[in-house]
């Protein structure tokens, strides 16, 4: 990700724009009520003086001053619960609006963003960076908001009864601001630390769950079980520092209240003593300084939660803004390129003079290729493993850019053909196929390239059949059977081809198979290879990755690539012919005229 300074509290407070009117109101509810209860405090001291003034007070005072309060305990609760609905709602749309926008946004950056942070942190920040800013939104806030409000309406109060009462009593406020300070920047501090701590728990219960065939299959339970127990450890030992700050700061704060409560009070007696302040004065002094105190605490509580949030949901704003940018730029003129783009003098792939390495390491993974794929005709990948077969795949699928050479398609540069077409154009059948958990049909639909659904069963049932998937599809349940997360009830063969007609269901013209059918059985194989040549015409091109060169036998060029670098090219025969490292390939696999004894790895 992209280092920049982590978005606070401005940041968070632009996000909830829109919500604006609805915050404003339930501000607006929560300073009514807050009035009202200072209302109620300023009332307790008519009844003290009432009560102090030597004469029995009248029915009609006293019912007077009963309805008064019943009026203003009516006016608090109906804003105090009407306030705090409306600022519920705001939070929730933020909230609801931010995961939203934010995973759209992230699924649409590239896919070397993906390689350098694991699904589980993304997972995290959706969901426990999101909840930050339900909770700053429509808690902390709001809270602030009222706890600012009743402090200052409790000190003017204070102001209004007696100036030097008021002054003695904040004597122990510049001690109550060094420790705010303080304060504040510890708790934004392991906020921060203890959501990449969370995140990096979901990370690793993620990856178990997803991996746990291998994890039971070696074993390892107790190994991950012992490494999430050290993560939780982490977690916990963050959190207990953070209560131990605020315990501190609480504690502290008790002390500093009582000290200015205690000279208020002593000062005050003595004016009482000496006439210049009526006991009711002085009780509701008392009182106003105690809910100004227990505000201004409930302030400074809110503020460190309101910028801790705002720590907790930097990662998840970062993100948004991030996605958003590249997005921004991402964005081209849908038109400049027609998907049904008469077929040119130019070659359907064409890559020259393509170097490329992963940013995620030092060494170049493609260096200097350069080749054409011809319209309607086939072009195999063959190289050991690790030498950039699927890399060259994942170049002409846009999802990393060159580092030099240029990459066309029709003719035109690949950074130039809009997103939209470029999936219409090309279809792609990976070396793992996961399949997303859902029925098959909903699977092999994802390939319609946004064209109407229900109209695509016909199309859904010859991509299948072209597949050699139709047949087991039908005998065991048909296409609206559950595949489970992953596509875990079929077999890895069955995968495949259902992969392969999802591929093939949006008749791409350009069609990229990376190990398509290595799941695949002879037979299978020949029969998916027979529906793909069925299906042929001249306008769709493949480019094939294959270890088991007997699959390639027949295709139009093999190129030979060895440690990022093509070494050979020609047909199945030349190559053989030419006998270099295809041929020593394909003897030890016994295809075709070469008649070298296998070799005995397993004796
Ligand atoms: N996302 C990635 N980030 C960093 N390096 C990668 C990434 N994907 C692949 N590599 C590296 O790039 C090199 C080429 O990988 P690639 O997957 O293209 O090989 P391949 O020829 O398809 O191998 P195989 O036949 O085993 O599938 C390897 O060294 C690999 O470690
Ligand atoms: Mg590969």
Redesign the pocket.
């Known amino acids: 990700m992209e280092s920049q300074p982590a978005p606070g509290v401005v940041r968070l407070v632009r996000e909830s724009a829109p919500e604006y009117p609805l915050l404003c109101c339930g501000i607006a509810c929560t300073g009514i009520a807050t009035l009202g209860e200072l209302s109620l405090m300023g009332a307790s001291s008519t009844v003290v003086d009432l009560l102090s003034s030597g004469t029995a007070p009248t029915e009609a005072e006293i019912d007077g001053t009963v309805g008064k309060l019943m009026l203003l305990f009516c006016i608090v609760a109906v804003f105090r619960h009407l306030g705090e609905y409306l600022l519920r709602v705001a939070g929730e749309n933020v909230v609801a609006c931010t995961q939203t926008a934010l995973f759209k946004s992230l699924l649409q950056l590239d896919v070397a963003f993906f ?1 350098a942070i694991s699904a589980g942190s993304l997972t995290s920040v959706l969901a426990n960076d999101v909840e930050a800013i339900r909770l700053a939104v429509a808690k902390y806030f709001p809270s602030l908001a009222h706890h600012v409000c009743a402090c200052t309406c409790a000190l003017i109060a204070m102001l209004r009864i007696s100036v030097q009462l008021s002054l003695t009593g904040a004597l122990v406020g510049p001690v109550i601001g060094i420790l705010i300070a303080y304060f504040n920047s510890f708790v934004r501090h392991l906020t921060r630390e203890q959501q990449a701590q969370l995140a990096a728990a979901s990370a690793l219960a993620a990856e178990s769950f997803a991996f746990v065939r291998t994890i039971k299959a070696f074993g390892r339970e107790g190994h991950f079980a012992a490494a999430f127990a050290a993560e939780a450890e982490r977690s916990r030992a963050l959190s207990l520092r953070e209560m131990a700050w605020h315990k501190l700061w609480n504690g502290s704060n008790m002390v500093m209240g009582v000290a200015g409560t205690l000279l208020v009070i002593r000062s005050g007696a003595r004016a009482v003593a000496a006439g210049e302040l009526s006991a009711g004065d002085l009780a509701a002094f008392v009182v106003y300084g105690v809910m100004a105190g227990h505000a201004a605490n409930d302030a400074v509580n809110a503020y460190a939660f309101v910028t801790a949030s705002a720590g907790r949901a930097s990662r998840a704003l970062q993100m948004l803004d991030q996605a958003r940018r590249a997005v921004a730029t991402d964005e081209v003129d849908l038109d400049a390129i027609s998907p049904s783009r008469p077929l040119g003098e130019a070659a359907m792939v064409c890559f020259s003079n393509v170097s490329f390495r ?1 940013a ?2 030092c060494d170049a ?1 493609v260096t200097r290729v350069t080749f054409k794929v011809e319209y309607g005709t086939t072009t195999a990948l063959v ?1 050991p ?8 795949l994942l170049l002409l699928l846009r999802f990393y850019k060159p580092e030099e050479g240029c990459v066309r398609v029709d003719g035109t540069d690949l950074a130039a053909i809009p997103e939209r077409t470029l999936r219409q154009l090309v279809a792609v059948v990976f ?1 793992d196929t996961p399949l997303f958990s859902g029925t098959i049909r909903q699977n092999i639909l994802l390939g319609a390239n946004g064209e109407d659904e229900a109209r695509l069963d016909c199309r859904m049932v010859s991509a299948s059949v072209a597949a050699n998937a139709h047949d087991f599809i039908v005998a065991s349940g048909g296409y609206d059977q559950q595949v489970g997360e992953r596509g875990v009830t079929l077999s890895g063969g069955q995968r495949q081809r259902i992969a392969i007609a999802r591929a093939l269901l949006g008749q791409p013209r350009l069609l990229l198979l ?2 398509a059918t290595s799941a695949l059985d002879s037979k299978a194989e020949a029969a998916v290879q027979e529906g793909f040549c069925a299906r042929d015409g001249a306008d769709r091109s493949t480019v094939v ?1 294959a ?1 088991r060169l007997a699959t390639i036998r027949d295709a139009f060029q093999i190129l030979v ?1 060895e440690r990022g670098i093509i070494v050979e090219r020609g047909t199945h025969g030349s190559l053989l012919a030419a006998g270099g490292m295809y041929a020593r390939m394909a003897a030890l696999q016994q295809v075709d005229g070469a008649h070298t004894a296998r070799r005995q790895c397993c004796r």
Do not use: I, N, P
Not at 385 to 392: A, I, M, V
């Open positions: 390689d992963y995620t390491r993974c190289g493993s690790g030498c950039g077969k699927s890399s060259l070396q990376d190990e990755v270890h690539l």
